[in-house]
């Protein structure tokens, strides 16, 4: 493998580049020639970090691609393609310019790495203008001469179409034939270069037929005028007669558009009555004014809406549960607002008594603050999936005292209709509910934010690491060396659960966040140490939290490639390993186990 290394500036940090080809070719970086690859293969090394333009070339292929190194070492991959053609545009007219592929060139001009293929080219000029074909192959030089031959013989083609175009006119009434001798005419006066002969005959036959037919027309409007004098008097006393019915029609006229202008307005009030919109009201009027059989009605309406309105944007303004209910209590099953009214006043109730409903549902509040999540620095741990540690920023939340038990589960289940989970002979009431999915785990937080009005949800992996460690970053929540007293795991009670709470809480009051089960975050989960040959299984969403400077992750949640999940905390069956405050596992979000559950955290009402 070549080896190529640049000087480095002072102070900055480089990297290596290691790039494989398609084929062997000659590399270059920033415009500057680094090397040629040996077996498809070349290194550069010594690179400074920052934005840079890499290139692959051979005397008939080319490919370039701009990459960003800010690690350091970094793989890439170059597909070189082969060279497209060249056209080059020729000409002996001053001024002329050619269009092609949407970009306008004058002549003389080269336009390079043109792909294989035919381009459509229009060219143009003083007083002169046409379209032409170009064939263009890789790798070849394509010319294209611009002469004044050339552009006489276009203008003679288009000439030509043009001439062929009329002649296929239609002739069917007489203005068919008056445009198509236009047309002849102009083509006949202006045009030489070709044989007319056709054209003339076609002319001249349609003259003489155009000529005959405007004097019949003229014969026969002469004819019928004299004779509607004749019958002028005869039809005198008809006349008289229509004027005399054309009145009583007039008069059942008026009265049956007086009947649809009725029925028209009580449609329109009807369908504004039936919307309860303002808008339909403004219609109504606008379409029938003071005319409208309802005006004072639509009018009180209108006055109720724009009272109600104001009174909703006042209750808005000051934002109080009391300045809801008054609306409320005000207008009752009437209030144009009323849904949106409700769902204010609950979120304020709520909001107000939130200290009440986290005692009531066994939540602890979990101050906000910032943390290096990841490896603690008394881990010997080479597992790449939780180092370096990442400094974090997190939000106040809450979160669950314990895990979900199977009465709380149960409940959901019978409330609904979902056939309950089986307890794997573990035992149920308050024993962590288990073999449950990330999906069910979701349903049931929806179940439950529904009942509440909180938003309740699974937490974040950095939420629930933060809320385990409590501010301490030793190896396990407790201290360095594991303590069956605050956790049930592998090495004591193996093969089932153990009620929530039999262990010791950490200092925030949280139960069984190490052993005892698995839980379930919001987050995706790649495993960096089963790469497999499923692109799914490849990466780590610890990585996500590494690509942000310090005090810049707040609130991290990674959602952006994987299927998989995050699990936290080890279970009943874990080693002392997989019960670390670090430890980070991952399954599949419609997987079921006997050793993963979950518990809830709730987001603060704002």
């Known amino acids: 493998m070549n080896d190529a290394t640049g000087q480095n500036p002072a102070g900055r940090r480089t990297g290596t580049i290691h790039v494989t080809t398609n084929m062997n070719c000659s590399i270059s970086l920033d415009g500057k020639e680094a090397g040629l690859t040996e077996d498809a293969t070349f290194t550069l090394r010594n690179v400074p970090f920052g934005r840079h333009l890499l290139e692959?070339?051979?005397?008939?292929?080319?490919?370039?691609?701009?990459?960003?190194?800010?690690?350091?070492?970094?793989?890439?991959?170059?597909?070189?393609?082969?060279?497209?053609?060249?056209l080059v545009l020729e000409t002996e007219i001053e001024g002329c310019r050619v269009g092609i592929e949407g970009e306008n060139y004058p002549c003389p001009a080269t336009i390079n790495n043109l792909k294989r293929g035919v381009y459509p080219i229009t060219?143009?000029?003083?007083?002169?203008?046409?379209?032409?074909?170009?064939?263009?192959?890789?790798?070849?030089?394509?010319?294209?001469?611009?002469?004044?031959?050339?552009?006489?013989?276009?203008?003679?083609?288009?000439?030509?179409?043009?001439?062929?175009h009329v002649l296929e006119m239609p002739e069917t009434t007489l203005r068919d034939r008056k445009r198509k001798v236009s047309a002849l005419e102009e083509i006949l006066a202006n045009e030489n270069r070709f044989e007319l002969t056709k054209g003339i005959e076609i002319h001249r036959h349609l003259m003489q037929n155009i000529r005959q037919e405007e004097f019949a027309k003229e014969t026969m409007s002469k004819a019928i005028a004299v004779e509607k004098i004749k019958k002028?008097?005869?039809?005198?006393?008809?006349?008289?007669?229509?004027?005399?019915?054309l009145v009583i029609v007039a008069g059942t006229s008026i009265l049956v558009i007086q009947s649809n202008r009725n029925r028209d307005d009580e449609k329109t009030y009807s369908k504004a009555l039936q919307s309860g919109n303002p808008a339909d009201y403004d219609t109504y009027l606008e379409?029938?004014?003071?005319?409208?059989?309802?005006?004072?009605a639509a009018h009180t309406f209108l006055d109720k809406a724009n009272q109600d309105d104001r009174m909703f944007a006042k209750a808005k303004l000051k934002n109080t549960p009391a300045a809801f209910e008054d609306y409320l209590n005000t207008f009752r099953e009437q209030a144009r607002h009323r849904r949106e009214a409700e769902t204010m006043l609950r979120k304020l109730k709520v909001k107000?008594?939130?200290?009440?409903?986290?005692?009531?549902?066994?939540?602890?509040?979990?101050?906000?603050?910032?943390?290096?999540?990841g490896a603690s620095p008394a881990e010997n741990s080479a597992k790449a999936d939780n180092l370096p540690p990442v400094w974090v920023k997190i939000h106040p939340f809450a979160i669950g005292k314990y895990e979900v038990t199977f009465?709380?589960?149960?409940?959901?289940?019978?409330?609904?209709?979902?056939?309950?989970?089986?307890?794997?002979?573990?035992?149920?009431?308050?024993?962590?509910?288990?073999?449950?999915?990330?999906?069910?785990?979701?349903?049931?937080?929806?179940?439950?934010?529904?009942?509440?009005?909180?938003?309740?949800?699974?937490?974040?992996?950095?939420?629930?690491?933060?809320?385990?460690?409590?501010?301490?970053?030793s190896i396990f929540f407790w201290g360095n060396e594991m303590d069956h007293a605050y956790c049930v795991s592998g090495r004591k009670k193996r093969g089932r659960t153990r009620p929530v709470g039999s262990t010791e809480p950490n200092s925030l009051g949280l139960y069984d966040m190490s052993g005892n089960v698995y839980e379930w975050c919001q987050d995706q989960y790649q495993d960096p140490l089963s790469p497999g040959k499923d692109e799914k299984y490849r990466g780590s969403s610890y990585q996500f939290f590494q690509?942000?400077?310090?005090?810049?992750?707040?609130?991290?949640?990674?959602?952006?490639?994987?299927?998989?999940?995050?699990?936290?905390?080890?279970?009943y069956r874990s080693s002392d390993f997989s019960c670390r405050s670090s430890h980070r596992a991952g399954a599949l979000p419609e997987t079921k186990r006997s050793d993963i559950g979950f518990r809830i955290a709730v987001t603060i009402p704002q």
């Open 56 to 86: 692959g070339a051979t005397h008939r292929h080319l490919v370039t691609k701009e990459i960003f190194l800010s690690l350091p070492e970094l793989n890439i991959r170059l597909v070189l393609e082969e060279r497209g053609g060249t």
């Open 287 to 296: 379409l029938f004014g003071k005319n409208a059989r309802h005006f004072q």
């Open 407 to 473: 009465d709380e589960y149960d409940t959901f289940c019978r409330e609904t209709g979902r056939s309950p989970v089986n307890d794997s002979r573990f035992g149920r009431e308050k024993h962590p509910v288990i073999n449950v999915s990330w999906n069910d785990a979701n349903a049931y937080c929806s179940w439950l934010s529904e009942k509440t009005g909180l938003l309740i949800r699974l937490p974040s992996e950095s939420e629930w690491e933060f809320a385990c460690r409590a501010r301490r970053m």
């Open 232 to 245: 002028k008097r005869k039809y005198g006393l008809i006349l008289s007669i229509l004027a005399i019915i």
């Open 547 to 571: 690509k942000y400077d310090k005090n810049q992750s707040q609130n991290p949640v990674f959602n952006a490639w994987g299927n998989r999940r995050v699990i936290r905390g080890g279970s």
């Open 123 to 164: 060219v143009s000029g003083e007083g002169f203008q046409y379209t032409d074909k170009v064939r263009i192959q890789n790798n070849q030089i394509t010319p294209y001469r611009i002469t004044e031959q050339v552009v006489k013989e276009k203008e003679t083609e288009a000439a030509k179409r043009n001439y062929k």
């Open 352 to 373: 107000q008594d939130f200290p009440d409903t986290l005692k009531k549902m066994g939540l602890v509040l979990v101050p906000g603050g910032s943390y290096f999540m």
